[in-house]
């Protein structure tokens, strides 16, 4: 198995240019291909709207080894890139650097720990070109901390299901131009037992379904709007000579990620 190319760096700037925003201020350059997706996909040419959902560790070889589990992903979105997260590859790290577009270096989370990010980040970028941001996540979790002092509206709930209900409700409200979505259950029934229990892989698919009802509830709480789908992870996992899932080496079942993009054209 090889290393991914392409850096999670990659992503906030991309993001930023689908809704024709100005990016991060430190932010790596975003990808030409996602750009054209969007051009191409939206009657506007532009994102209108947008859907974040951001399921915690579904490692790239999940996705290979388990492809029919995430067709309901595929349903709903059109284009799959591979991406190479940041190092080390542990929760904090690498949505730091999906969301700032910076390097651990330049962000500062370097390790397993949640300072809130004072580096510009895409959330800011949001803000400031007037857009209405919405963060549905889990109490404690690390994108509930990280991100916090944002000018944007925290839906902080118990658990993944309890963030995702909270999301769906958000979508028929229609007071957002963004809504971030954080689940986790995988992750955690991952180092409680490992990436392959049946634990761990009903998780997963529970993931990947509650992604396909959040699509889904965009079609009618947002047609009127030409809407980009992110379904975007922060690492993978492996599991260890102790049995347990885990989540630290520079290794390819650690550091590779496929994320997801879909647009559903706005009914005109």
């Known amino acids: 198995m090889t290393f991914n190319t392409i850096?999670?760096?990659?992503?906030?700037?991309?993001?930023?240019?689908?809704?024709?925003i100005k990016p991060p201020a430190q932010a790596d350059a975003p990808l030409p291909q996602i750009e054209t997706f969007v051009k191409d996909h939206c009657i506007s040419g532009k994102a209108e709207r947008m859907?974040?959902?951001n399921p915690d560790a579904i490692g790239q070889w999940l996705i290979q080894k388990y492809t029919d589990d995430f067709a309901p992903v595929m349903r709903h979105t059109q284009l799959a890139i591979p991406f190479l997260t940041a190092f080390p590859p542990v929760t904090p790290v690498c949505f730091a650097t999906m969301y700032t577009g910076a390097a651990p270096e330049i962000h500062g989370i370097r390790k397993y720990e949640k300072p809130v990010v004072k580096t510009d980040s895409l959330f800011d970028a949001f803000v400031r070109a007037g857009k209405r941001v919405a963060l549905s996540a889990i109490t404690g979790s690390s994108m509930g901390i990280i991100?916090?002092?944002?000018?944007?509206?925290?839906?902080?709930?118990?658990?993944?299901e309890a963030a995702t209900a909270r999301a769906l409700e958000l979508l028929d409200e229609d007071q957002y131009d963004v809504?971030?979505?954080y689940t986790m259950e995988y992750d955690d029934n991952i180092h409680a037992t490992h990436p392959e229990s049946p634990?761990?892989?009903?998780?997963?698919?529970?993931?990947?379904?509650?992604?396909?009802?959040?699509?889904?509830?965009?079609?009618?709480a947002w047609k009127q709007y030409d809407t980009l789908l992110v379904y975007a992870t922060d690492h993978g996992i492996h599991k260890t000579i102790?049995?347990?899932?885990?989540?630290?080496?520079?290794?390819?079942e650690d550091?590779?990620?496929?994320?997801?993009?879909?647009?559903?054209?706005?009914?005109?």
């Not at 550091?255 to 005109?268: C, D, L």
């Open 7 to 20: 850096p999670l760096t990659r992503i906030a700037a991309s993001l930023a240019k689908a809704m024709d």
């Open 51 to 53: 859907l974040i959902y």
């Open 147 to 160: 991100w916090s002092g944002k000018d944007i509206d925290y839906f902080l709930e118990k658990d993944g």
């Open 179 to 181: 809504i971030v979505v």
């Open 199 to 220: 634990v761990s892989h009903a998780s997963m698919v529970r993931h990947n379904q509650q992604f396909a009802e959040l699509a889904e509830k965009t079609t009618s």
């Open 242 to 252: 102790f049995g347990t899932g885990n989540h630290y080496a520079d290794i390819p």
């Open 255 to 268: 550091m590779n990620v496929t994320e997801f993009f879909g647009i559903q054209p706005a009914e005109k």
